[in-house]
């Protein structure tokens, strides 16, 4: 039997399912109605279908193609739901492992062997679930050395209800560390998508910016879409300590949407790093950092012998009386690609010194001292034969980077 559904459930169809029906004529009136039992289309959690699977790697064949390696790797031994993945050398053995956040089951942490395998350590090393032993929706991620001593802790995002997961590296293990670092009930209420910990106002310590947006109807709204929500930013401190700044996300005018990938860079090359939110059904914020009175900055390209971002390499320097480690990397936060430059807030100093790569290739390079306030290319070898790294009279054009053109959303938050 065909039926055609007009009017009002016609019109309901797109906003709700039906479970059951039944026709029947309850008004005894010699036509067949209808009876629906019927659901609003929401979130369908991974615990509903309980289909976890592997990650897969890929080995660059060197003539375009790639294969996969991922069972000889390893990474067949354990399966997942992930969602954000980080690449970095966790344990300090020069080589470059991968944190994978999972939605629903417990991350992972892939230990680079060096001998083409790597072994999952996430559960041994206090980074696959909480401290209540729980795992979580695990969604951005990001990783840095929050604290200055040398290693990388990692900061995964998750569902409403699920705080972040501050993972502070111990060196031997991480141990969470959400309430001490500030994060743990701040966080509850918003589901977090796209995140970055960088530092936002250059008083050289690093901050944090998530973007918020539901996957699943609540009963507090702030706009007329149920799943949009605030944004956040938090101001760092030494510790780490976050901070909430106020106005809520840095903006004059709350911004309220269904926010998921955020990138992050200085789009204009001023030392401010900006944000660019990708939101559901919406169109994307520009957030242009006009923070006041940030501080001085230094801005690194890193590039590898064929000019290309040498993803991977360690920045170390020394900042007034700190030792100072950020990484080059790309990906990070929620699909998403960043800036691969490396930013250093310096707040009042004018000056770093003993700015130091490790290549990707392990090797170290020490470029020596730069004032504040420029872009700087370092190259490969060139401290040794140059005395200085090179520096571009237009660090823009060389780098390829366009001035900000175009409305702006302005951020002047508390920070």
Known sequence: MRTEARGE???ARFR??????RYLDWRQSAEVECFSLTGVPDYCSPRTYDLPTSSTLYHNNGDGTFSDVSERAGLREAVGNGLGVVAGDFNGDGRVDLFVANDGTPNHLWLNQGNGRFREAGLLAGCAVDEDGRPKAGMGVHAADTDDDGRLDLLVVNLDGESDSFYRNRGAFFSDDTAAVGLRTVSRPFTRFGMALLDFDNDGYLDLYE???????QSAMFSDDPYAEPNLLFRGAAGPRFDEAKPRGGTRTLLVGTSRGAAFGDVDNDGGIDVVVVNRDGRPYLLHNVVKARGHWLLFRVVDAH??????AELTMSVGSRSIRRDVRAAYSYL??????VHVGLGKETRVRGVTVRWPDGAYERFGDFAADEIVVLHPNAAAALGTPRRHPN????LGTPRCRGPKIAVEGSL
């Open 9 to 11: 459930i016609g019109q």
């Open 336 to 341: 998403a690609s960043n800036d691969p430059r």
């Open 211 to 217: 973007a918020n947006g539901r996957v699943g109807r």
């Open 16 to 21: 709700r399912f039906a479970a059951v029906v």
């Open 395 to 398: 660090a823009a054009a060389a």
């Open 307 to 312: 000019g290309r971002d040498a993803l991977g």
